[in-house]
């Protein structure tokens, strides 16, 4: 009798990390696609609460916990430091591991990894900003991490994921799944397939800026997507920067565009009615500015030129990402109802098809903030 199997389960992970108090609440939390996430609340002595994120890592996608938990640790020491020195509040301004009974910093289960840090409190992520404003704080604090990093030793990083944002390795993969059509479905999705074969030119716009040195590699996120940062429910200010699984060497591009793509949309990532998805050249502008805030002046200008084509490399790039899991039978990605990924693939070529329309606007923007 007793707990069902998987909440024993459950019970008996957590019972395996230093936690304080008595645990009285354990529940699914966020809407990340690819960790299992929970927040476990624990009473303390005298009645006060305290609160932990849990997370399973996603192991068919990250196939080295302990080099992926290395770099975690080393990322957030050192932003520990930062933030110590200009007397910010480390719990709060950065992730921390909570480490196991054993002294460990993530719990190998053999099948299974998981990790705790401390929740972050009177802090949210929105999946969509409300304002301007609240968009403009959340690229000031992804523009501050790019910034805190930017001496960040990049040889010491693991690259957690191979080729992460090498979009075009991403579109031969994306080749490779139509070719394969593993479960058939590419005969319903001729008309996706043709606008991003016939886009090839796009994968090559920041390999071949990188590759030729035109711009720099740098330590970056690699998931600036808006509900990968804490905002702090009193000052509504950008607090957190988290989901840091794939802080690697790559291009800030990719950070600021991935941001846009998914913050200065009009609709969801996977709204259904594609008439309500857009590019909110407003919120492009206010990301623009709050991103070149919080890095200081470490963007050269040559980078600062080409946010809109990160924009657009980074949203044609996950238009593929989407297409390709749609096509080889939902394999990377939760889904949560039939054609999910296909909803998630359509949106981002709709944005890239509106970003073609508004580009001369994007570049106006963004040449306001060149020097
Ligand atoms: P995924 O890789 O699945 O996106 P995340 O690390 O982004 O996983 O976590 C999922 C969600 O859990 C976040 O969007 C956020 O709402 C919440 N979360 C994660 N870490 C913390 C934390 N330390 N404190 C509070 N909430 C957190
Ligand atoms: C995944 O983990 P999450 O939900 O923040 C994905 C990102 C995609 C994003 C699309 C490791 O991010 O690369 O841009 O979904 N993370 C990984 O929403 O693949
Ligand atoms: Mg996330």
Known sequence: MGLPEKERNMDEIISMFQL??????????????????????????????????LQKMNDSIFKNPKELMENVMNV????????IASKG??????????????????????????????????????DEAKTKEDFYYSAVAFGNFQRMLADYPAETLHETIANFHNTVSRFADFKKAVEEDACGRAKDVEEEIKFILDREDVAHIICDALEEKRIPLRVTHNDTKLNNVMIDEKTGKGLCVIDLDTVMPGSALYDFGDSIRFGASTGAEDEPDLDRVSLDLELFEAYTKGFLEGCAGSMTEEEIRLFPSGAKVITFEQGMRFLTDYL????????????????????????????????????????????
């Open 328 to 371: 080889q039978g939902d394999t990377y990605y939760k889904i949560h109802r039939p054609g999910h990924n296909l909803d998630r693939a359509r949106t981002q070529l709709k944005l890239v098809a509106d970003m073609e329309k508004k580009w001369k606007e994007m570049e106006r923007v963004v040449a306001a903030y060149c020097k």
């Open 76 to 83: 957030t020491a050192f932003l520990r430091e930062k933030i």
């Open 20 to 53: 304080e108090g008595e645990v009285v609440e354990v529940i699914p939390f966020g809407s990340g696609h690819i960790n299992d996430t929970f927040r476990i609340t624990c009473n303390l002595p005298g009645g006060k609460g305290k609160k932990y994120i």
């Open 89 to 126: 509040d480390p719990d709060r301004e950065t992730l921390n591991v909570i480490p196991t009974k054993d002294g460990e910093n993530y719990l190998d289960c053999g099948e299974e990894c998981w990790r705790m840090y401390i929740f972050i409190e009177n802090a949210f992520c929105y």
